[in-house]
């Protein structure tokens, strides 16, 4: 009986931890299917993200929900202004270029927030911290509760906006022919822009659920790499896809960790990753994409 | 200015342009074996790294500047060069044994790891390198019987024909005369048509399909080269540090690679000269002026990796044809004194290439 609680435990506690990759990879996804650029340095936008909420509550003693709330809103206009002043300019070089381009950006992103903020973590209480919930035997943190909560909820308002708002059916047309788009009159380059900010936004929203598990500091933006397992496992493109590919690979670390040596629950996504791409490259919700010529 | 009048389809072909680019290069070779007479041996030390890291630039010019591929794991098959021939070498191989060894495994491995990736886009490379990096490097870390983990590995001091190669100058020469021979392997296959092929891929892989060059086989063997080169730079670098850490080959080194390749000038084996002594001496530079800085700048910590970024970010948006590329336009404007033109390096505006239908 205890064995099937813990594997329960594990699987909730998975289940969390992928949410977070899920929302990250959910940021590369909606970047990617709109202008086909791989935003290397989203884990670290993430990370500001993270900053930002952190400085809110700890210097100007806001309220946790107002401090998230602006954390996300700051982070989403960081991440239109950084496509409007930096990304835009080298729409149209070769894509290497763009992958160098956001790199060090990350590089960058990293080097300022660890000037700004320090090299220590740092926390802020929230209102799931160390508080579970219990039924009998099975003990549920607040922290994972929300994280899955919080994750639903993201989830749910991006679906509403995107089918149901004039401004996210224009996204997806930018998404799907920027050409065809811009003869309807649909403003690409802002839609594109937009298309940014919420990316950004996003991701500061899974830093900000991230909290009451662990703490804010610099290089949690390596984060990034495990959401691009969770991105191709989805099918890169999909972004359904890449919240299942989250919250597969979270838990497949949580039970590696378990019941692997001690190492393997470090490469478990890397491994995930090069699995994905080597037995089914289109993941697991293919998109049928052939390039004609 | 020279102008040059071909009058042989030979003379597309040949290494040297014409008989000034011997001089030239000649006068280069003398100076740099003189050297170790005339520097002291921190800076010959230094230099040493430079060639290391130009040899492992070299490979990844190759790949990103004439492939067009990314590998942000370039890093990785340099440690399972050096872990190979640190590993032979206690297991008493001869050197010039160990030296292809090393090449020989990482290319195994780029083998490995580039058939079921390079199939699909240059961007799955990216991030499926970025993975194997990882992969790799914890593997370093957790392969204690091999690797010693975080206690390191010593590594012997080798002998070629008798002569123990320790020092900076030993390692120097070496170092010179490898980079001499991975220079001269990737001038002759960029004249071969698999170089061609090779850059026909980067510029369109769909017109190279269409050419007939089996894109993903070409593809394959490049990076196959390519961590080649890593593996020897690798071999070397053992030697250089004389006692390896897997903490050592990380994602920092792989960006500091593309940041050579990027900064020297995509697409030019001059280039790969120039950026890897920019990345190498560049931190020297900093620890050297670092308490001349104004207020507290050069004691940020993080200092370096932001200034990687930092002028990789600037380079891409701002000089795409790296410091060689400059070197050349600078030249040219001398060249045609009176009468430069402003627009003659411009960048051509293109259209985004898109991977979807």
């Known amino acids: 009986m205890t064995d099937v609680l813990r594997l329960l435990q594990l699987i909730v506690n998975g289940a969390a931890s992928g949410c977070i990759y899920g929302l990250i990879a959910l940021g590369f996804v909606l970047i990617y299917k709109a202008t086909e650029v791989i935003n290397f340095a989203q884990g670290d936008i993430m990370m500001l993200g993270g900053f930002a909420a952190y400085s809110l509550v700890a210097w100007f003693g806001m309220n946790y929900w107002i401090a998230a709330l602006g954390a996300i809103v700051i982070t989403a206009a960081f991440g239109y202004l950084l496509d409007v002043i930096v990304i835009r300019r080298v729409i149209g070089q070769p894509q290497f270029a763009v992958v160098m381009l956001t790199l060090g950006l990350g590089f960058i992103f990293r080097a300022v927030a660890g000037i700004a903020w320090g090299y220590d973590s740092v926390g802020y209480v929230t209102p799931f911290t160390n508080r579970t919930v219990r039924f009998g035997h099975f003990v549920l943190g607040y922290d994972s509760l929300s994280i899955i909560g919080g994750t639903v909820v993201l989830c749910a308002v991006l679906y509403l906006f995107f089918n149901r708002t004039r401004l996210g059916v224009a996204m997806q047309a930018a998404s799907q022919n920027q050409l065809a788009a811009y003869y309807m009159g649909i403003p690409v380059r802002t839609i594109f822009s937009l298309i940014w900010a919420i990316s950004a936004g996003v991701s500061a929203a899974a830093a900000v659920l991230l909290t009451p598990v662990a703490m804010v500091d610099v290089n949690m933006g390596f984060l990034g790499i495990k959401a691009f397992a969770a991105a191709v496992l989805g099918g890169f493109g999909s972004i359904p896809g890449a919240l299942v590919g989250g919250i597969v690979i979270g838990i497949a670390e949580q039970l590696a960790g378990f019941y692997l040596p001690a190492g393997f629950q470090q490469v478990t996504s890397d491994v995930v990753l090069l699995a994905t791409l080597i037995l089914m490259p289109q993941g697991l919700f293919s998109q049928k994409i052939v390039k004609r010529v | ?357």
């Open chain 2, 1 to 357: 200015m020279r102008t040059l009048f071909k009058t042989d389809y030979r003379q597309d072909l040949t290494i040297w342009r014409h008989r000034g680019d011997l001089f030239w290069y000649g006068l280069l070779l003398l100076i740099v074996l003189a050297l170790p007479h005339l520097l002291g041996v921190f800076y010959i030390g230094e230099l040493g790294a430079v060639f290391i890291y130009a040899i492992a630039g070299v490979g990844l010019m190759l790949l990103t500047g004439y492939t067009g591929l990314v590998n942000l794991g370039h890093a990785a098959f340099l440690g399972i060069g050096a872990y190979t021939n640190a590993v032979l070498l206690t297991a008493g191989w001869p050197y010039l044994l160990t030296l292809p060894a090393s090449a020989l495994l990482a290319a195994i491995a780029g083998v490995a790891i580039g058939i079921p990736t390079l199939r699909m886009s240059g961007l799955y490379l990216a991030i499926a390198t970025l993975a194997f990096g990882e992969i790799v490097s914890n593997v370093l870390e957790k392969w204690d019987s091999v690797t010693h983990g975080f206690n390191g590995l010593p590594v012997p001091i080798p002998e070629i024909f008798g002569y123990p190669i320790a020092g900076a100058t030993a390692v120097y020469y070496v170092a010179l005369a490898m980079l001499i021979l991975t220079l001269w392997i990737a001038a002759n296959i960029l004249r071969t048509p698999f170089g061609r092929a090779l850059m026909a891929i980067r510029d369109s892989e769909v017109s190279a399909r269409s050419m007939g060059i089996n894109v993903a086989l070409y593809k394959t063997v490049a990076f196959g080269v390519s961590a080649a080169m890593a593996g020897l730079a690798g071999a070397l670098f053992a030697q250089y540090v004389n006692y390896l850490a897997p903490n050592s080959f990380d994602v920092l080194l792989s960006v500091q690679f593309l940041t050579i390749v990027f900064v020297g000038g995509v697409g030019s084996l001059q280039g790969v000269i120039f950026g890897a002594l920019f990345v190498r001496l560049l931190p020297q530079a900093i620890s050297i002026f670092r308490d001349d800085l104004p207020g507290n700048i050069g004691h940020l910590p993080g200092l370096d990796p932001s200034l990687f970024g930092l002028i990789l970010v600037l380079t891409i948006l701002f000089q795409p044809t790296g410091i060689y590329g400059g070197w050349l336009s600078l030249k040219a404007w001398f060249q045609d004194f009176p009468l430069h033109r402003a627009g003659g390096f411009r960048r051509q505006r293109s259209y985004a290439k898109s991977e979807r239908v």
